[in-house]
């Protein structure tokens, strides 16, 4: 995959939008935040789960890992957005552009 170096808070917009849609997410609904554990709240499901993945591996250009996956912070909106701008980084390191 491509790196896309997305911006952060445009790709944190969409996934919560996802989320919204996904979770039926009333507006107003005054649980819900960028910080609330999407899982334990009940606002994603396992078959959720993999549009989530899809939406932020599309967005930042990755492939996310098991280890990204099982990252304590992957359970919010702020700690998922966190986990992939560290792995896009972390791609753009490990396949710096070739310049020619």
Not at 46 to 71: P, Y
Not at 73 to 100: H, L, Q, Y
């Amino acid at each position: 995959m491509s790196t896309v170096d997305p911006d952060p808070a445009v790709a944190a917009d969409r996934l919560e939008a996802l989320i919204c849609q996904l979770g039926h997410v009333s507006d107003g609904d005054p649980d819900f935040d960028r910080g609330v554990h999407l899982f334990t709240a009940g606002y994603v499901d396992s078959l959720d789960t993999i549009q989530v993945i899809a939406q932020v591996e599309s967005d930042f250009g990755i492939e996310l890992t098991e280890d990204d996956l099982l990252d304590p912070r992957f359970g919010t909106i702020d700690g998922i957005i966190a986990v992939a701008s560290e792995r896009a980084a972390a791609t753009d390191t490990a396949n710096p552009p070739v310049k020619g």
